[in-house]
């Protein structure tokens, strides 16, 4: 999926980014309210972890800001702050989610992963099945025909995607905004390298998981 961070402290920007990344999130990181109202109007995001006490807007002002917009992207508030109170107000103001500073960053995967639920995009359960090919969302594990797949966060990423829409056929460009970040080369053949990387893995020599529809995209198709 990917994520807005909009965190103003350098370091904990970058732990928590490489974080997500290392777990198959694409991430986009800004430092400023004012640079998340922005980028939000410009991208689209599953989920966005905003911190309360920003420079230029507030967490507050941005997360009203967004739901006056219109934009229902789940948002986890992070704060230094334990008063009850604050946690109401960042409530009230849109938020879907309330994390408070210092976490442990297991707890933090677990919320996003929960906010995913309010998405658009079917929630997947625990263990999902298509055919010879199984995933558990929780463990990001995959198996074909019950062996155990080899794969890395991206490609976990991409084929977890693939099957929220499975049957759909899914452009480049919609692959791109879910399962890469702001660092994606539209120039580049990035995304069909991996689709290539997941085939060699997952079809051993039998009908493809995945159809390629020439000028469209790609189809996660069931298979027996």
């Avoid at 430092?31 to 998340?36: C, K, T, Y």
């Avoid at 410009?42 to 941005?62: C, F, I, N, Q, R």
């Amino acid at each position: 999926m990917r994520i807005l961070l909009v965190e103003d402290e350098r370091s904990a920007a970058r732990m928590i980014a490489k974080g997500l990344r290392e777990h198959g999130h694409g991430v986009d990181v800004v430092g400023d309210g004012a640079s998340a109202v922005e980028l939000a109007a410009t991208a689209t995001y599953d989920v966005v972890v905003l911190d309360l006490l920003l420079p230029m807007k507030s967490g507050l002002e941005v997360c009203r800001e967004l739901r006056s917009k219109g934009d229902a992207v789940p948002v986890l508030m992070l704060t230094a702050r334990d008063a009850v109170d604050d946690r109401i107000v960042g409530l009230d103001a849109g938020a879907d989610d309330y994390l408070t500073k210092p976490f442990h960053f297991g707890e933090l995967l677990a919320r996003v992963r929960a906010l995913t639920r309010r998405r658009v995009l079917p929630l997947l359960p625990e263990r999902f099945e298509c055919g010879r090919l199984a995933l558990n969302t929780r463990t990001q594990e995959a198996w074909v025909e019950g062996q155990p797949i080899e794969l890395t966060a991206r490609e976990y990423a991409l084929l977890e995607y693939l099957c929220r829409r499975k049957g759909a056929v899914i452009s480049r460009e919609e692959i791109a905004e879910h399962v890469w970040d702001g660092r994606y080369d539209p120039c580049s053949n990035v995304i069909d390298v991996y689709v290539q990387r997941l085939r060699r893995k997952l079809d051993r020599g039998q009908r493809s998981f995945i159809r390629t529809r020439r000028g469209a995209g790609y189809q996660l198709i069931g298979t027996s």
